[in-house]
């Protein structure tokens, strides 16, 4: 970790004493808790005066430990490596708290989301339903602790059907889409071929992982949940989810496991750009490229399973350590693979690079400018390819990160060629860190065999996850997690796809959409509305909200 | 040889015209393949896809019933254009190749106009798409085409045939003809009315079974029918008038499909604005070099 | 000249082409290509299972169940839902459970994907109740032969005896 200098949390502190709250420093966070009149004015400190980066919020219904409901503002300071953790309290009667939303773009969806799965209000802002389904009544909020985690309301389902229209115009692009390999919705207003306005609607399957967390499993098995959040870079997720518990119960975790950890992480962030640029060059038409592409990526495939014994979703992880370790001949084997896929990777890029309507359909496509990446609190390669450097690796070191040494690829044109060549940049750095930490690698245990998780103790991490940050927020609980949140990264770079689609050609809209290489899970619906120029020829039945 | 023999070697060569696209479609996939690492389907995989969709129920669709019967038109005209083909390769008549072209273009706007006989939104697109690019690829390949043989059938009258600027005017010509060929055969770079991701297959999203499969088996034949005129338009000047000519033709129509399929395995696809435009730009551009040559020559 | 090798430059993907070897094998004529580590589905050694459910407490998903009833406990191991973690080896205290490298788990009949091991539960002497295995308590004999006292007994009069005994002990000659 940083040496965190005593003088910048003491700033913190103050900033908490002047808004009538406290604030207490543990490692690398500090926790404020203020009244709910000062809250907006705390964030708005934080974010305006102390650049802080606003992450993600969490509700927490702490009814059974002290009669209220709290929200968690999260925010880190990347340039000090903290975590500001800015928690109010609400009455459980009338839960009501002032929403940041003005002052913090970026807090819509998580204040939304608490809406609806706490019922915690959240005044001075519009209010819509984000996560749960148009049928679900108004009353249940499935994240409160009286609600059973196998509890089904009764649903009035209601028809989201859209009518297919025989009229021209109007293209209807759903409910399975073949551009988008996972699930969205999207509603893009053309006229002709261009896009005028954008809509999003998605959280159609939502897992409730939370509540099953919560509710029916142990510590240890939590892990192999988190690492089905998502099936690409479902290992980042695991280890968030160990990092933080390990955290909240300071719990020291032998050396070598963490570079295990860090090698794994960045094997996997190699496939998954490999696997992204395949895509991308599928979406572009360009057949050969993806097939080579995802041709190079296999060998980091066979890699990964044979470091942790799954091709994906490892199962590596648990909290005090890692569950294989890597021995002389994985490490040859490993130092190997990626020799080769160093050299067959860049020739690759190069030569698809070149492709005439590979670049032309890059450049100059989706453009993200940097002043509305910072607003939005977008993550990852978006971030990065709009001038926004961060970077948890280097700014809240993690795993082993402290012990190599690597650049972090910036470029300021924030087109999809931009959010393309950062991950290039990132494929081979993470090489170099791979190659880096094998070098270095310590001796020793790779777990801890005995260790408690005392009661009631928080802990947040970040994790940089090939799409961007990864939060998981943890309260500990009795053999279980008391409070688990997560948030993955798409969720913050969704907001942004509608600015990057505006006037966009709708021949473009696919690739941009797949640049933020967004990360869904629910059902896969797309709605293009061609506009007459005056006509809006929009056929939805009642139930969906636009 | 006589008219007989004409008769029966074209005959011939029309059964090999309809037989053949279905296998090189499988060549092709085979060629792919390869160059992508991959094994890929075996050589007769087109076929089978065929034969195993024309054994599916076709899925009904609110169209007029006019839709078969613009696929047949489309067969039908290209038959005879095959035909018109092979006779333009024994007689070096160039009425025959007029009389080919004009076929094809008829047979190419049945096609074209076929999706969008579907009332469906996806393949109204597409089908709108695929008409912005047939009207500017099948005139610049109309022109080209004629202009490459008139002039190379006239060799012998302008005589002097080594100028530059007739030089020139053969080889924009020539190259107008292999692009706009190229672009008419709907691979990439120019398969954006069906391969864009966000169209859903656009032209073919209603069609299902035999249906299905006419209209592919029609588009392979659409390709045949375009590589078959460029390699006769090229090649029968310089063979002459001999017995084999019709089965060098057919060697060497292989053979380029066989260019084409590596050619569409290097590029990606273009955008459905920018082709045109840039498509449009190359051709003006090559027929107006083609036009000033053969003028410059003719009377300078 | 640079720019000819510009425009020339996508064709060399034919060059990278014709440098691979054919990466594809005819799966499932040829064998899939995995790694020595590969982690496939599990087989339980019905010998060696004393029936303890330890594996059933650490399986994330809940493939391992344990069905009790009157007189029989059975572990049942449900493949389809199985992620092949193998958390359940590193937990079973006897070593029953084996990892395979098998992953080919197509089946027409869907009673296929279940496995079921029965064990028959001991008799408690003292309340006559079934709560353990007949091999459990075999299995806890040899572990720790100082409790052959109480061995016959289910774990809750097993406590209370235990209990008993300490406080007998301690208190000395409590009745008189
Ligand atoms: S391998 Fe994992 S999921 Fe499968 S039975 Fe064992 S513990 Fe359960
Ligand atoms: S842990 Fe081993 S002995 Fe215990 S029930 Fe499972 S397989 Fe049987």
């Known amino acids: 970790m940083l040496m965190h200098s005593d003088s910048i949390i003491n700033e913190y502190v103050s900033l908490a004493k002047s808004m009538k709250g406290d604030a207490k420093a543990e490692k690398d966070t500090v926790h404020i808790v203020v009244p709910k009149e000062t809250l907006v004015n705390t964030a708005s400190k934080l974010f305006n005066e102390y650049n802080c980066d606003f992450r993600t919020c969490v509700g927490v219904d702490e009814r059974p430990l002290n009669g209220y409901f709290s929200v968690t503002y999260i925010f880190t300071d990347n340039k000090n490596g903290l975590y500001i953790l800015v928690k109010t309290y609400t009455e459980p009667q009338n839960p009501v708290i002032p929403s940041i939303v003005k002052t913090v773009p970026g807090a819509d969806w998580c204040e939304m989301e608490t809406r609806d799965l706490l019922g915690i209000e959240f005044a001075d802002r519009d209010q819509y339903r984000l996560v749960l389904p148009s049928g679900w009544p108004e009353e249940i909020h499935p994240l409160r602790k009286d609600i059973p985690y196998n509890y089904r309301p009764p649903i009035r389902s209601v028809s989201e059907k859209i009518t297919p229209s025989t009229e021209l115009g109007v293209i209807p692009i759903g409910p399975y889409h073949p551009a988008l390999h996972e699930p969205e919705y999207f509603e893009l207003y053309v006229e002709g071929e261009r896009v005028v306005d954008v809509k999003y609607r998605g959280f159609h399957v939502h897992r409730g992982i939370e509540k099953l967390a919560e509710t029916r499993m142990t510590y240890q098995q939590v892990n192999f949940l988190a690492e089905r959040i998502c099936g690409i870079c479902g290992f980042e997720h695991s280890t968030c989810y160990a990092l933080a518990v390990e955290k909240a119960a300071k719990i020291d975790v032998p050396e070598r496991a963490q570079y295990i950890r860090s090698i794994v992480l960045e094997v996997e962030r190699i496939h998954s750009h490999l696997l992204w640029l395949g895509v991308a060059f599928h979406v572009v038409g360009y057949d050969t490229g993806f097939m080579h592409m995802w041709r190079v990526r296999e060998k980091i495939m066979y890699l990964a399973e044979l470091l942790t014994g799954s091709r994906k979703t490892y199962g590596l992880n648990l909290v005090g350590g890692v569950r294989k370790d890597i021995n002389e001949e994985k490490k040859q084997k490993t130092l190997e693979t990626l020799k080769e896929t160093e050299k067959d990777f860049k020739k690759l890029v190069e030569v698809a690079i070149s492709v005439p309507q590979v670049k032309k359909r890059l450049t100059g496509t989706g453009i993200l400018p940097r002043e509305d990446a910072v607003k939005l609190s977008v993550e990852g390669p978006v971030a990065r390819a709009s001038g926004v450097n961060k970077d948890a690796r280097r700014d809240q070191p993690y795993a082993a990160y402290k012990y190599a040494s690597f650049k972090i690829p910036v470029y300021t044109e924030g087109d999809n060629l931009a959010r393309a060549l950062v991950r290039v940049d990132e494929v081979l750095e993470s090489i170099s860190i791979i190659e880096q930490l094998l070098d270095r690698i310590p001796r020793g245990p790779i777990k801890l065999e005995d260790f408690e998780i005392p009661e009631g103790k928080t802990g947040v991490q970040v994790v940089e996850a090939p799409r961007g940050g990864d939060i998981h927020f943890v309260i500990t609980g009795h053999g279980k997690p008391y409070r688990w949140r997560v948030r993955a990264p798409t969720y913050s770079n969704i907001p942004a796809l509608k600015i990057m689609l505006k006037d966009q050609p709708l021949a473009d809209a696919p690739l941009t959409i797949a640049s933020i290489d967004p990360c869904f899970s629910c059902t896969d619906r797309v709605l293009v509305v061609r506009e007459n120029s005056k006509t809006e020829w929009l056929k939805l039945a009642p139930g969906v909200q636009i | 040889m006589n008219t007989l023999h004409y008769t029966i070697y074209s005959a011939i060569g029309v059964i090999i015209g309809l037989t053949l696209p279905v296998i090189l479609d499988g060549v092709e996939r085979k060629i792919k393949a390869i160059l992508q690492s991959r094994i890929g389907p075996p050589i007769t995989q087109t076929l089978y896809d065929l034969i195993k969709l024309v054994n599916k129920e076709i899925k009904p669709i609110h169209t007029s019933p006019f839709i078969l019967l613009y696929l047949l038109s489309f067969i039908a005209t290209s038959i005879a254009s095959i035909y018109m083909v092979e006779t333009y390769v024994y007689t070096l008549e160039s009425i025959y190749i007029t009389l080919g072209l004009s076929l094809l273009a008829v047979s190419l706007t049945s096609l074209t106009l076929t999706p969008l006989l579907v009332p469906n939104p996806f393949s109204y697109a597409g089908g709108m798409r695929e008409v912005i690019l047939a009207l500017i690829n099948e005139s610049a390949f109309i022109l080209s085409t004629t202009l490459y043989a008139a002039i190379t059938n006239n060799l012998a009258q302008l005589k002097s045939a080594t100028t530059p600027s007739m030089l020139l005017s053969i080889t924009t010509a020539a190259l107008t003809m292999f692009i706009s060929g190229y672009a008419l055969t709907g691979r990439v770079p120019f398969d954006m009315a069906e391969a864009e991701p966000e169209l859903a297959s656009g032209v073919l999203v209603e069609f299902s079974g035999s249906l299905l499969a006419a209209y592919m088996y029609c588009n392979l034949l659409k390709r045949l029918l375009v590589n078959l005129i460029i390699v006769s338009v090229t090649v029968t000047p310089l063979i002459g008038e001999s017995a084999y000519s019709l089965a060098a033709v057919y060697a060497l129509t292989i053979v380029l499909w066989v260019i084409f399929a590596i050619t569409a395995v290097i590029l990606g696809r273009s955008r459905i604005d920018l082709a045109p435009r840039t498509l449009t730009k190359t051709y003006i551009l090559l027929l107006a070099l083609s036009i000033t040559g053969l003028l410059v020559h003719a009377y300078a | ?176």
Request: contains cysteine.
């Open chain 3, 1 to 176: 000249m640079s720019i000819v090798k510009k425009a020339i430059k996508p064709v060399e993907v034919l060059v990278i082409a014709g440098k691979t070897k054919r990466v594809t094998v005819k799966y499932p004529y040829q064998e899939p290509i995995l790694s020595p580590e590969f982690r496939g589905s599990i087989e339980i050694n019905p010998e060696k299972c004393i029936g303890c459910g330890a594996c059933v407490n650490a399986c994330p998903p809940n493939a391992l169940e344990m069905i009790e009833s009157q007189d029989k406990k059975t572990l049942r191991y449900y493949v389809g839902r199985c992620i092949f973690c193998w958390r359940c080896i590193d937990v079973c205290p006897v070593g029953a459970i084996k990892g395979t490298r098998n992953f080919e788990l197509a089946t027409n009949d869907p009673l296929d994907l279940y496995t079921y091991i029965v064990h028959s539960k001991a008799e408690c002497s003292s309340c006559g109740n079934k709560v353990e295995t007949v091999k459990m308590r075999k299995y806890i004999m040899q572990k720790s032969p100082i409790t052959e006292n109480y061995v016959n007994k289910c774990p809750d009069c097993r406590k209370k005896s235990f209990i008993n005994a300490i406080s007998t002990r301690k208190v000395g000659f409590h009745g008189e």
